[in-house]
Nanobody
Framework: QVQLVESGGGLVQAGGSLRLSCAAS????????MGWFRQAPGKEREFVAT????????YYAASVKGRFTISRDNAKNTVYLQMNSLKPEDTASYYC?????????????????WGQGTQVTVSS
């Protein structure tokens, strides 16, 4: 089992930045791809970004590409999501997720562990 705890959410004005962190604990001795998803009220959970185990591959949703950056520090069992140029439509709960595989996925059902989420609110 792997436990994921997100932090770093909050309220920010449009154009601002936030950095989300996700700390993993438990069976971190295995290789996991990591990802971030988000869910706004009344909407389905959507893919944001993913990173492979060795950081060799990253993928982003079109809506965040060029503004968000996913990274990880395997020595610290932590994954990050740097969010710049935030827009009101980025407002959502952001979830960290882990997949028992070397590479990530765009699909929520292919991930094995989820955090509780952290709220990001962008005001206009």
């Amino acid at each position: 089992q792997v436990q994921l705890v997100e932090s770093g959410g909050g309220l920010v004005q449009a154009g601002g930045s936030l950095r989300l962190s996700c700390a993993a604990s438990g069976r971190t001795d295995r290789s996991y791809a990591m990802g971030w998803f988000r869910q706004a009220p009344g909407k389905e959970r959507e893919f944001v970004a993913t990173i492979s185990w060795n950081c060799g591959s990253t993928y982003y949703a079109a809506s965040v590409k060029g503004r968000f950056t996913i990274s990880r520090d395997n020595a610290k069992n932590t994954v990050y999501l740097q969010m710049n140029s935030l827009k009101p439509e980025d407002t959502a709960s952001y979830y960290c997720t882990a997949r028992r595989a070397l590479s990530g996925s765009y699909y929520a059902q292919e991930y094995d562990y989820w955090g509780q989420g952290t709220q990001v609110t962008v005001s206009s």
